[in-house]
């Protein structure tokens, strides 16, 4: 025994180098492989945990319903796959399920289905909402284009001056999103509430001034700025109607239908365009030429005329004819005369919409109204220079607002003509 131990400690004989790879093969290798087998499997229960813990990996509905088993969904009688996934980012937004939607009473019919007022509540405390929902007879391909509508508003509005997105639900039908409303809401109607207000009306009503205008007007061409220079994006429809009023004349532009075509297709089809009144659109619009953000501030200054007369223009419309090199082109032919003026008509109340172009080309712009200060009607004047490249931009337009704020007058708008709104819409072209 003595002998072969001491053998075995000659590593150069065969003897002893046998025995050392039979002990090697034996024992070392398995432990190595068993090693490595347990290691392999820990990173794939890592991996899979993981997965399994990572945000919007697994989601619910406002029904608590498991969405990510949810292999199809039902579109007008067909079963197709959901428009997204649950691994969207526009899932952050789906309505959680201790939300509900209340009090659902139609409003009027959307682009892509019935637009509804509400009532969201969240911990016993309700807040009204508006409700646009996809129509039940969508196909797939609409459904995936109210997705993208909903990405855009996530995506896009997410300033103070623009309207906003609460909730959305995308994941199951029947798909919706639900948007803020304000109080008192649609910035024309609320002018006709002024023009209509007495004595005994709320003081944001006896208080609205020309000083209010200006106020609301930084407001909206914040938003406006905020809009192009943060996501290269032009409004196409500024006017009255598309901005919300709430407490403390804060004001949001809302109405973001072809900033949303332009977005997705880089143009704005005609049926589209078409849906903006010629009377707030500038002549390069009318004329069918490229637009520019200095477009939407052709229908800014537009909006300023609407705010100042309240909704509609004063009964003392004779023209003025503001041109370059003080000349006054129009000629007072017959294609110059001026008609009355109808009560609760448009801006540009003498003029029927198809004859707003020939007269804009002849230099004609509207009278300052009675109610407007100088300064507020140099801007109207220079938001509606015929040259694009002439008119200020947005950023320009909240200094001038800033500037002038000081000379505006405090004396509370009114107005003694009656309204009829049958016929503004027919002298403003609305036929929607």
């Known amino acids: 025994m003595d002998v072969q131990m001491a053998s075995c400690n000659n590593t150069s004989d065969p003897l002893c180098y046998e025995e050392s790879s039979g002990l090697l093969a034996v024992i070392v290798i398995p432990a190595l492989l068993s090693l490595s087998t347990v290691g392999v499997l820990v990173l794939i229960l890592i991996n899979l945990l993981r997965k399994t813990l990572s945000p919007g990996s697994r989601l619910t509905s406002s029904h608590g319903h498991d969405v990510n088993n949810q292999e199809c969904i039902s579109i007008n009688g067909t079963m197709v796959r959901p428009p997204l996934s649950s691994q969207d980012a526009v899932c952050l937004w789906e309505i959680p399920g201790d939300c509900t939607l209340e009090g659902l009473e139609f409003w009027q019919s959307g682009r892509y289905g019935p637009i509804c007022r509400a009532s969201l509540r969240r911990e016993a405390t309700p807040t009204p909402v508006v409700v646009k929902t996809l129509r039940d007879s969508s196909n797939q391909g609409e459904a995936r284009q109210f997705v993208e509508w909903v990405r855009f508003h996530a995506t896009v509005c997410k300033h103070d001056n623009v309207v906003r997105m609460l909730f959305c639900q995308c994941l199951r039908l029947p798909m919706y999103m639900v948007l803020e409303t304000c109080s008192p809401g649609n910035l024309l109607h609320f002018l006709w509430a002024i023009r209509n207000s007495d004595s005994e009306a709320g003081d944001s009503l006896q208080h609205f001034s020309e000083k209010s205008v200006f106020l609301i007007a930084k407001q909206v061409a914040t938003g406006l700025d905020y809009l192009l220079s943060e996501h290269r994006l032009l409004h196409g429809d500024v006017a009255a109607r598309n901005i919300l009023i709430g407490p403390g004349l804060s004001a949001r532009v809302s109405g973001l239908g072809l900033a949303f075509s332009s977005r997705q297709k880089d143009t704005v089809t005609k049926e589209q365009a078409e ?104 801007l109207m004047k220079y938001c509606w220079m015929w040259n694009f490249k002439d008119r200020p931009a947005f950023s320009a337009i909240i200094k001038l607002l800033e500037s002038y704020t000081y000379l505006a007058g405090t004396k509370a708008l009114h107005s003694t003509e009656g309204l009829d709104t049958f016929e503004y819409r027919k002298k403003a072209g609305i036929f929607s």
């Open 275 to 378: 849906k903006v009144p010629l009377k707030w659109q500038a002549p390069e619009r009318i004329l069918k030429l490229p637009t520019t953000d200095r477009s939407d501030v052709w229908s800014f200054g537009i909006l300023l005329y609407e705010m100042i007369t309240l909704g509609t223009v004063s009964s003392d419309s004779s023209p003025t004819h503001v041109s370059h090199n003080s000349q006054h082109l129009c000629d007072y032919d017959q294609s110059c005369v001026i008609s009355p003026p109808l009560t609760g008509s448009a801006p540009f109340p003498e003029l029927e919409p198809l004859a707003v172009l020939p007269q804009l080309q002849k230099h004609y712009r509207m009278k300052r109204p009675e109610s407007c200060g100088v300064p507020l009607y140099d």
